[in-house]
Structures are given as structure tokens and as C-alpha cells.
């Protein structure tokens, strides 16, 4: 079987951070791990608690920042197994609370990179039979326009979490059934600029769900020379002066988040000037905090786990290409 998407990537992005030095690695490795709390999750971002003895709000293990908490260390490769063990004894906690497919994306993902770093299998005891079982939870989640929403209610398909379903397919070892209406719901998705949106009724494209449009195609089916191009156009309409991508053509800064998928769709159709790496390289460090960790963009005050892998996964991509 094929080395999963998610798993590829994760190498693509150690092999280029493996350009930083010691000392700045140590010091983001420190800022990730002190995101991790004492159940072994990660949390988000904090508000001020009530009292001394609480999180603060936000700061509770959350899977989806576990799951980035654990991208960041990979990209550091300083995942070690007694962090790995720390983790399994949330996710243990945490089997039943997947309501959504982002719950299910983070926890599998952090399961599999637990098993990995330390051996401990949180699924010892599962059914057999499980990745069938999560085949078919996956596919309740379908929607009547041949995509997958965000939870069993949603009426209308996401490219974002159509995306994430086709990556857990990939992750549980099952086929996709009927990757043609994904590949139809994808393409239904695209707008005149070029670009994708997220659900149907928007009529302004997002650099994030473009790269998870074109993802979802490199997956399932192929990338032609026009889509190539339709989608070279959207990305350069979203091209920041301080060398990122925006979010949108209208929103007027770039972010961590959007210049990582933006630069990794830009390197997957094998466009690599789209902006040069070394302003790509600059604007990411002018966010790099001299703690550990790094700020979402330029007006951000704070960080997280997630965004600290964004950056982090941005400067893997410039220095796996020098």
C-alpha cells in the first residue's frame, strides 16, 4: 500500500527543516511541548481563566490542535516516544468524542503517529473489523451533492472536509466508493477566478480550499493543463507583498496558513517562482517568535501549535526545494 498522503508530506517537510539549526529547533520544540497538558492533548489558544487553578478557556486538549501539535514535532523531528505516550493516554480518553470529520481526521492521524513513534497501539483492543466500521461512519457524512460535510447534519458538501475524508480513506487502507461524484462535487466547486470554493453558494474563491480541491484531484483523478493554469491565475490574484498568500483576494495581509497551502499547491503543479522562496522564507521568519513558536500573520499578537506548524511546514517546503 502506497505511503498515505498525510505521511508523505510530514517527510517532505522534516527533510527541509532538517536546515535548522540546533538552538532555534530546541527552542520551538520547547514552545510545542509546553502546549501539551497534563491528560497528554494539546490545547488552542487561552483566555485568562477565572481562577489559578484552571486552563484557560481554549487551552483544553482539543484533538484537532493535538493532531498539529504532533505535524510540528514531526517537522522537527522531535516526536519521542514518551511524548507519543503522553498523547495515547488522551486519545484513549478521547474515543468516543469524534462528532465530527476533523475529530476523526486528528484522532486516526495521532493514533497512527503514536503507533509509529512508540509502539503503543490505542487500537489494540478495536474491532478487526474497525477500518470498515469508520468506512461507513465516514461515509454517513456524505452529503446529495457527492461530497462529505462537516458533520452527519450538514446538507451541503465541503471541499475542506471532502478533503479530510479522502485522506482518512487513504489512512485506514479503504477505497473511496464513488470517487467520480467527489471528483464531479470538486469541479462544481471552481469559479470563474479560477480557484475553488469552499460550499457551494460562495462565489469568491479561498486559497485553502484550492489547495484541498487540487489535493482531492491529485488523489482521484488527474491535474490537465487547463486546471493547471485556471489555478496558477487564483493563486497569483492572491499573492501578498509581504511574501505570502492571502486567504482571499480581498483580505489585504497574508497568513502562515494560507501561504503554506498556497506554496504547496504552487510546488505540486510545479510552479516554484509563483513567489520567491526567499521572501516566502523572510515573511515566515518575521513571524518567528524569539520564545519558541509563530504568530498566524503580521497583526497577530499570540501563538498556537497550529499555526506554529504552518510556519514551520512553510519553511520545510523553501528548504526541501534549495
Known amino acids: 500500500m502506497a505511503t498515505p498522503y498525510l505521511f508523505r508530506l510530514d ?26 497538558n497534563d491528560d497528554g492533548g494539546f490545547g488552542g489558544r487561552g483566555l485568562p481563566p477565572e481562577d489559578s487553578t484552571s486552563l484557560p478557556e481554549g487551552r483544553e486538549s482539543d484533538l484537532y490542535y493535538t493532531a498539529f501539535g504532533i505535524r510540528a514535532l514531526s517537522a522537527l523531528r522531535a516526536f519521542q516516544p514518551e511524548d507519543a505516550r503522553r498523547v495515547s493516554q488522551y486519545l484513549l480518553q478521547s474515543r468516543q468524542r469524534q462528532a465530527s470529520v476533523i475529530d476523526v481526521v486528528s484522532w486516526l492521524y495521532s493514533a497512527l503517529m503514536v503507533q509509529a513513534t512508540s509502539g503503543i497501539d490505542v487500537l489494540a483492543d478495536a474491532d478487526p473489523n474497525w477500518p470498515k466500521q469508520l468506512a461507513a461512519i465516514l461515509e454517513g457524512f456524505r452529503t446529495a451533492d457527492g461530497g462529505y460535510a462537516k458533520t452527519r447534519e450538514g446538507a451541503i458538501g465541503s471541499t475542506y472536509h471532502s478533503f479530510l475524508v479522502a485522506l482518512c480513506f487513504e489512512l485506514i487502507g479503504q477505497i473511496l466508493p464513488s470517487p467520480d461524484l467527489l471528483v464531479k462535487f470538486i469541479y462544481d466547486r471552481q469559479r470563474d477566478d479560477g480557484g475553488f470554493v469552499e460550499i457551494a453558494p460562495m462565489k469568491r474563491s479561498g486559497t485553502n480550499p484550492t489547495a484541498a480541491a487540487v489535493a482531492v484531484l491529485t488523489l482521484h483523478s488527474t491535474i490537465g493543463k487547463n486546471l493547471r493554469e485556471d489555478v496558477l491565475a487564483f493563486l497569483k490574484d492572491v499573492r501578498s507583498d509581504e511574501g505570502g498568500f492571502q486567504a482571499n483576494s480581498r483580505i489585504p495581509f497574508a497568513d502562515t496558513l494560507s501561504t503554506f497551502t498556497g506554496y504547496l499547491t504552487c510546488l505540486d503543479l510545479d510552479e516554484r517562482m509563483m513567489i520567491s522562496p526567499q521572501r516566502v522564507e523572510q515573511f515566515i521568519l518575521s513571524l518567528e517568535q524569539p520564545q519558541g513558536g509563530f504568530r498566524a500573520a503580521t497583526w497577530d499578537h499570540a501563538t498556537d501549535v497550529e499555526y506554529t506548524f504552518y510556519a514551520l511546514g512553510t519553511l520545510g517546503l523553501v528548504w526541501s526545494h534549495v
Open 11 to 36: 517527510e517532505r517537510l522534516a527533510l527541509g527543516m532538517s536546515r535548522l539549526d540546533s538552538a532555534r529547533r530546541e527552542r520551538h520544540r520547547l514552545f510545542l511541548l509546553s502546549q501539551q
